[in-house]
Protein backbone atom coordinates (compact mmCIF):
# COMPACT_ATOMS: atom_id res chain seq x y z
CA UNK A 1 0.00 0.00 0.00
CA UNK A 2 2.69 2.49 0.59
CA UNK A 3 4.46 2.30 -2.75
CA UNK A 4 2.38 5.17 -4.06
CA UNK A 5 2.95 7.27 -1.25
CA UNK A 6 6.46 6.90 -1.15
CA UNK A 7 6.94 8.01 -4.29
CA UNK A 8 4.73 10.60 -4.04
CA UNK A 9 6.21 12.42 -0.86
CA UNK A 10 9.85 12.08 -3.08
CA UNK A 11 8.68 13.54 -6.01
CA UNK A 12 6.88 16.43 -3.67
CA UNK A 13 10.14 17.35 -2.21
CA UNK A 14 12.05 17.14 -5.38
CA UNK A 15 9.38 19.44 -6.70
CA UNK A 16 10.02 21.72 -3.88
CA UNK A 17 13.88 22.70 -5.04
CA UNK A 18 13.61 21.97 -9.01
CA UNK A 19 12.21 23.82 -11.81
CA UNK A 20 8.40 21.86 -11.32
CA UNK A 21 8.27 24.44 -8.44
CA UNK A 22 6.03 27.18 -9.93
CA UNK A 23 3.53 24.68 -11.09
CA UNK A 24 3.90 23.31 -7.93
CA UNK A 25 2.59 26.56 -6.63
CA UNK A 26 0.18 26.71 -8.91
CA UNK A 27 -1.54 23.93 -7.60
CA UNK A 28 -1.25 24.85 -4.01
CA UNK A 29 -2.70 28.29 -4.45
CA UNK A 30 -5.71 26.39 -6.43
CA UNK A 31 -5.89 24.13 -3.49
CA UNK A 32 -5.89 26.87 -1.11
CA UNK A 33 -9.02 29.08 -2.82
CA UNK A 34 -10.90 25.89 -3.09
CA UNK A 35 -10.79 25.23 0.54
CA UNK A 36 -11.34 28.90 1.32
CA UNK A 37 -14.46 28.80 -0.66
CA UNK A 38 -15.86 26.38 0.59
CA UNK A 39 -15.16 26.50 4.49
CA UNK A 40 -14.41 30.36 4.87
CA UNK A 41 -10.64 32.46 5.38
CA UNK A 42 -10.44 31.82 8.85
CA UNK A 43 -8.07 28.96 9.93
CA UNK A 44 -9.35 27.95 13.10
CA UNK A 45 -12.51 27.28 11.78
CA UNK A 46 -11.32 25.59 8.33
CA UNK A 47 -8.79 22.58 8.81
CA UNK A 48 -8.75 21.78 5.28
CA UNK A 49 -7.44 25.87 4.82
CA UNK A 50 -5.16 25.23 7.83
CA UNK A 51 -3.48 22.15 5.93
CA UNK A 52 -3.40 24.10 2.54
CA UNK A 53 -1.43 26.90 4.11
CA UNK A 54 0.92 24.51 6.04
CA UNK A 55 1.20 22.75 2.56
CA UNK A 56 2.36 25.63 0.83
CA UNK A 57 4.46 27.40 3.32
CA UNK A 58 6.66 24.05 3.81
CA UNK A 59 7.10 24.36 0.13
CA UNK A 60 8.38 27.92 0.55
CA UNK A 61 5.69 30.02 -1.19
CA UNK A 62 5.62 33.69 -0.18
CA UNK A 63 3.03 35.16 2.28
CA UNK A 64 1.74 36.95 -0.13
CA UNK A 65 0.71 35.04 -2.55
CA UNK A 66 -0.93 32.61 0.11
CA UNK A 67 -3.09 35.61 1.50
CA UNK A 68 -4.30 36.72 -1.92
CA UNK A 69 -5.01 33.17 -2.64
CA UNK A 70 -7.18 33.20 0.77
CA UNK A 71 -8.88 36.02 -0.02
CA UNK A 72 -9.88 35.24 -3.38
CA UNK A 73 -11.41 31.96 -2.37
CA UNK A 74 -13.30 33.85 0.45
CA UNK A 75 -14.39 36.28 -2.13
CA UNK A 76 -12.93 39.12 -0.87
CA UNK A 77 -10.89 39.68 -3.42
CA UNK A 78 -11.89 39.76 -6.65
CA UNK A 79 -10.01 36.99 -9.26
CA UNK A 80 -11.12 33.88 -8.20
CA UNK A 81 -12.10 31.27 -10.52
CA UNK A 82 -14.97 28.89 -10.10
CA UNK A 83 -12.78 25.56 -9.55
CA UNK A 84 -14.85 22.22 -10.06
CA UNK A 85 -13.53 18.99 -8.89
CA UNK A 86 -13.43 16.65 -11.53
CA UNK A 87 -12.01 13.14 -11.01
CA UNK A 88 -10.96 10.78 -14.19
CA UNK A 89 -10.37 7.37 -14.16
CA UNK A 90 -7.85 5.27 -16.33
CA UNK A 91 -5.19 2.51 -16.64
CA UNK A 92 -1.60 2.57 -16.94
CA UNK A 93 0.96 0.34 -18.29
CA UNK A 94 1.04 -2.98 -16.67
CA UNK A 95 -2.61 -2.77 -15.54
CA UNK A 96 -1.97 -0.41 -13.03
CA UNK A 97 -5.38 1.67 -11.85
CA UNK A 98 -5.21 5.52 -11.79
CA UNK A 99 -7.16 8.12 -10.30
CA UNK A 100 -6.50 11.44 -11.92
CA UNK A 101 -8.26 14.40 -9.58
CA UNK A 102 -8.73 17.98 -11.50
CA UNK A 103 -9.70 21.33 -10.43
CA UNK A 104 -10.87 23.42 -13.75
CA UNK A 105 -12.80 26.21 -14.60
CA UNK A 106 -13.77 24.23 -17.84
CA UNK A 107 -14.47 20.98 -17.57
CA UNK A 108 -14.15 20.09 -21.37
CA UNK A 109 -10.79 21.27 -21.56
CA UNK A 110 -9.77 19.00 -18.89
CA UNK A 111 -11.01 16.15 -20.19
CA UNK A 112 -9.46 16.09 -23.76
CA UNK A 113 -5.98 17.53 -22.09
CA UNK A 114 -6.14 14.37 -19.77
CA UNK A 115 -7.33 11.78 -22.37
CA UNK A 116 -4.33 13.29 -24.63
CA UNK A 117 -2.14 12.80 -22.23
CA UNK A 118 -3.31 9.64 -21.05
CA UNK A 119 -3.53 7.73 -24.50
CA UNK A 120 -0.49 8.91 -26.12
CA UNK A 121 1.97 8.10 -23.46
CA UNK A 122 0.57 4.35 -23.07
CA UNK A 123 -2.34 4.29 -20.73
CA UNK A 124 -5.82 4.47 -21.09
CA UNK A 125 -8.94 5.82 -20.00
CA UNK A 126 -11.77 4.16 -17.82
CA UNK A 127 -15.27 4.45 -17.35
CA UNK A 128 -16.43 5.75 -14.07
CA UNK A 129 -16.18 3.57 -11.15
CA UNK A 130 -14.17 0.79 -13.14
CA UNK A 131 -11.23 1.76 -11.26
CA UNK A 132 -12.31 3.51 -7.68
CA UNK A 133 -13.54 0.83 -6.10
CA UNK A 134 -9.84 -0.45 -5.89
CA UNK A 135 -8.94 2.95 -3.75
CA UNK A 136 -10.33 3.92 -0.23
CA UNK A 137 -10.20 7.38 0.60
CA UNK A 138 -8.18 8.28 3.84
CA UNK A 139 -6.72 10.76 5.49
CA UNK A 140 -2.79 10.50 5.12
CA UNK A 141 -0.02 12.42 7.57
CA UNK A 142 3.61 12.53 6.55
CA UNK A 143 6.16 12.89 8.98
CA UNK A 144 10.13 13.08 8.87
CA UNK A 145 12.17 10.93 10.40
CA UNK A 146 14.25 12.89 12.69
CA UNK A 147 16.05 12.29 15.88
CA UNK A 148 13.71 10.71 18.61
CA UNK A 149 10.65 10.13 16.10
CA UNK A 150 10.14 6.75 15.70
CA UNK A 151 7.31 4.59 14.67
CA UNK A 152 6.25 3.85 18.42
CA UNK A 153 6.73 7.06 19.63
CA UNK A 154 3.99 8.13 17.02
CA UNK A 155 1.77 5.26 17.42
CA UNK A 156 1.80 6.10 21.00
CA UNK A 157 0.41 9.66 20.40
CA UNK A 158 -2.07 8.88 17.35
CA UNK A 159 -3.80 6.25 18.19
CA UNK A 160 -6.11 7.36 20.43
CA UNK A 161 -6.77 9.84 17.59
CA UNK A 162 -8.02 7.85 15.24
CA UNK A 163 -4.99 6.49 13.19
CA UNK A 164 -5.23 2.68 11.64
CA UNK A 165 -1.72 2.41 10.88
CA UNK A 166 1.86 3.88 10.52
CA UNK A 167 3.70 2.87 7.87
CA UNK A 168 7.47 3.04 7.07
CA UNK A 169 8.53 5.03 3.29
CA UNK A 170 11.69 5.13 4.20
CA UNK A 171 12.82 9.08 4.87
CA UNK A 172 9.10 9.30 6.46
CA UNK A 173 6.57 7.92 8.14
CA UNK A 174 2.99 7.77 6.80
CA UNK A 175 0.14 7.49 9.43
CA UNK A 176 -3.10 6.46 7.88
CA UNK A 177 -6.61 7.43 9.42
CA UNK A 178 -10.46 7.72 8.33
CA UNK A 179 -10.81 11.09 7.03
CA UNK A 180 -13.01 12.61 9.48
CA UNK A 181 -9.20 11.56 12.00
CA UNK A 182 -7.48 13.49 10.00
CA UNK A 183 -7.50 16.93 12.31
CA UNK A 184 -7.45 14.99 15.70
CA UNK A 185 -4.46 12.79 14.14
CA UNK A 186 -2.68 16.07 12.83
CA UNK A 187 -3.87 17.45 16.34
CA UNK A 188 -1.95 15.36 18.45
CA UNK A 189 1.04 15.34 16.89
CA UNK A 190 1.35 19.07 17.35
CA UNK A 191 0.53 18.37 20.67
CA UNK A 192 3.40 16.30 21.27
CA UNK A 193 5.85 18.70 19.43
CA UNK A 194 6.15 16.30 16.27
CA UNK A 195 6.24 18.18 13.20
CA UNK A 196 4.85 16.86 9.79
CA UNK A 197 5.69 17.25 6.14
CA UNK A 198 1.64 17.30 5.25
CA UNK A 199 -1.84 16.22 6.34
CA UNK A 200 -4.12 15.56 3.09
CA UNK A 201 -7.32 12.87 2.61
CA UNK A 202 -5.89 11.20 -0.31
CA UNK A 203 -7.05 7.79 -2.32
CA UNK A 204 -5.07 4.94 -1.20
CA UNK A 205 -5.45 1.61 -2.99
CA UNK A 206 -6.70 -2.06 -1.52
CA UNK A 207 -4.62 -3.90 -4.01
CA UNK A 208 -1.02 -2.89 -5.52
CA UNK A 209 0.70 -4.16 -8.63
CA UNK A 210 4.56 -4.59 -7.92
CA UNK A 211 6.72 -2.86 -10.69
CA UNK A 212 9.88 -3.62 -12.13
CA UNK A 213 12.19 -1.16 -13.22
CA UNK A 214 10.71 -1.01 -16.82
CA UNK A 215 7.66 -0.86 -15.48
CA UNK A 216 8.00 2.18 -13.06
CA UNK A 217 9.74 4.04 -15.86
CA UNK A 218 6.80 3.06 -17.82
CA UNK A 219 4.49 4.14 -15.54
CA UNK A 220 6.60 7.12 -13.78
CA UNK A 221 6.70 8.80 -17.27
CA UNK A 222 3.02 8.71 -17.77
CA UNK A 223 2.13 10.23 -14.80
CA UNK A 224 4.75 12.64 -15.14
CA UNK A 225 3.06 13.70 -18.75
CA UNK A 226 0.00 13.70 -16.60
CA UNK A 227 0.59 15.81 -13.98
CA UNK A 228 2.55 18.11 -16.39
CA UNK A 229 -1.47 19.42 -16.81
CA UNK A 230 -2.05 22.70 -14.97
CA UNK A 231 -6.21 21.10 -14.22
CA UNK A 232 -4.58 18.20 -12.87
CA UNK A 233 -4.40 18.55 -8.72
CA UNK A 234 -3.26 14.99 -7.92
CA UNK A 235 -2.33 11.17 -9.80
CA UNK A 236 -3.08 8.48 -7.58
CA UNK A 237 -1.70 4.90 -8.87
CA UNK A 238 -2.37 1.23 -7.39
CA UNK A 239 1.79 0.50 -8.25
CA UNK A 240 3.81 -0.89 -5.77
CA UNK A 241 7.42 0.12 -6.51
CA UNK A 242 10.61 -1.82 -4.08
CA UNK A 243 13.29 0.34 -2.27
CA UNK A 244 15.70 -1.57 -4.80
CA UNK A 245 13.93 -0.40 -8.04
CA UNK A 246 13.27 2.76 -6.83
CA UNK A 247 17.57 3.43 -5.64
CA UNK A 248 17.90 1.94 -9.39
CA UNK A 249 15.80 4.74 -10.60
Not at 9 to 16: D, I, P
Not at 75 to 98: C, F, H, K, R
Not at 182 to 197: H, N, P
Not at 211 to 234: H, M, P, R, S
Amino acid sequence: MSGHSKWATTKHKKAVIDSRRAKNFAKLIKGIEVAARSGGADISGNPTLFDAIAKAKKSSMPADNIERAVKRGAGLESGGADWQTIMYEGYGPNGVALLIECLSDNRNRAAGEVRVAVTRNGGSMADPGSVSYMFNRKGVVIVSKVDGVTEDSILEHVLDAGAEEVNDLGESFEIVSEPSDLVAVRTALQTAGIDYESADTSFLPSVSVPLDAEGATKVFALIDAIEELDDVQNVFGNFDVSDEVMASL
